[in-house]
């Protein structure tokens, strides 16, 4: 069954990004320039994805505001002839159709993706958290990456990265065996565990693609870890009673919740960048010397 809607949980407060969330959705902070949430977007609609619902809270309302085909400014713009720019920003009403639904309580990842279930209904879909942007190593984004290996098996798929062994304690891991190169059939999932107890260094990575049998394993799991409804909770549940596959992602992830990785993203994409990249390079290169 062909994959078409996605989830994308956008609805956290963002504390560690403070006082710059205190008033701006972190999924509005702008790598370069582009809102991190934009980039996330384009990564869905380049996989395939045609709906997409976003969750939101309070306060994120400039979310909606940024995918809207109407805008104040474009009257601005258009009696000032500028059609390029005009045709660019009203393209970001036109990607794909985005709905929106307001996650009552911050109970957690696992409830915001509960949330999505009246529009996903009984079909898989696909989960890309909304503060995270991956890049990819090859030809496909890393969403197809992960489509590619539900073609396959039929099952959920989630995105991996190595990370080093005693980073382990920040992330979900996955154990399991290797399957064909780079795919993973999983056998446990472990949230944040210590390194001692880990069953490897191969952690999630933002991206999943699920079956529609997580909602029920969502709506039989009780707030875990910091009282939130912990989706890798969920995934062990479904492991239960289904396959489950881990795809190590060609590419990078990008983690723009918290102060270093946001600085990081943005000097890596700003290296990249057509228009300032050299000049970027030059002063990097001149505040070290
Ligand atoms: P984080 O784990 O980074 O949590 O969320 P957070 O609350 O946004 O950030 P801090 O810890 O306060 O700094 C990962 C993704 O899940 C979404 C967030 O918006 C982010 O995209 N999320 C998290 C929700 O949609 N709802 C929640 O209840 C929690």
Known sequence: MKVRKAIIPAAGLGTRMLPATKSQPKEMLTIVDKPVIQYVVEEAVES????????????????????????????HYKSKGKH???????GLGELCNIEYTAQKELRGLGD?????????????????????????GNEYPVLAQLLHAFTQFGFSAVAL???????????????????????YKASEWVEKPAP??????LAIASRYVFTSEIFECLKDTHAGLNNEVQLTDAMKRLLLTQ?????????????????LDFIKTNVAFGLEHAEIGGVLKDWISSIRS
């Open 112 to 136: 915001a993706v509960l949330c999505g279930e009246p529009f996903v209904g009984r079909e898989p879909f696909a989960v890309l958290l909304g503060d995270t942007i991956c890049t990819s």
């Open 196 to 201: 001692e107890d880990a069953p490897g260094n």
């Open 161 to 183: 990265e190595e990370v080093p062994i005693e980073m382990v304690s920040k992330y979900g891991v996955m154990g399991g065996q290797q399957v064909s190169p780079g795919v």
């Open 243 to 259: 396959e489950m596959y881990g795809v190590a992602i060609s590419g990078n992830r990008y983690d723009i919740g918290n102060k």
């Open 84 to 90: 390029e720019l005009l045709k660019l920003l009203r």
């Open 48 to 75: 395939g994805i045609t709906d997409i619902l976003m969750v939101t809270s309070a306060g994120k309302e400039s979310i909606r505001s940024h995918f809207d085909r109407n805008f104040p400014n474009a009257i």
